[in-house]
């Protein structure tokens, strides 16, 4: 069992950043991969950005690639999600999930373990 908690959301005006952390619990990370999903008020949840548990594997939405990145720490088990020249579609909850393996999945149900999520809120 992992049990992940999101942290580091907040309120930032379009063109800021902000970091995301997720921190697990329960389980080693380093063989898991990860993913980082939102959903946006209304719509549905989606796939963000993730990577296995090597990080030789990243892979992104479209709409972040170029300005979102994620890291991991091993070590401390924990993942990061750097996020730069945000904008005003990107509000939502972001949610960090986990799988054993080294699959990266788009799709929620790709996904075993979920944080509870943290608000992201970017005003124009």
């Known amino acids: 069992q992992v049990q992940l908690v999101e942290s580091g959301g907040g309120l930032v005006q379009a063109g800021g950043s902000l970091r995301l952390s997720c921190a697990a619990s329960?389980?080693?990370?380093?063989?898991?991969?990860v993913g980082w999903f939102r959903q946006a008020p209304g719509k549905e949840r989606e796939f963000v950005a993730g990577?296995?548990?090597?990080?030789?594997?990243?892979y992104y939405a479209d709409s972040v690639r170029g300005r979102f990145t994620l890291s991991r720490d091993n070590a401390k088990n924990t993942v990061y999600l750097q996020m730069n020249s945000l904008k005003p579609e990107d509000t939502a909850v972001y949610y960090c999930a986990a799988v054993p393996g080294a699959v990266v999945s788009t799709v929620q149900s790709g996904y075993n373990y979920w944080g509870q999520g943290t608000q992201v809120t970017v005003s124009s």
């Open positions: 990577n296995t548990w090597s990080g030789f594997g990243t």
């Open positions: 329960g389980r080693p990370f380093s063989s898991y991969t």
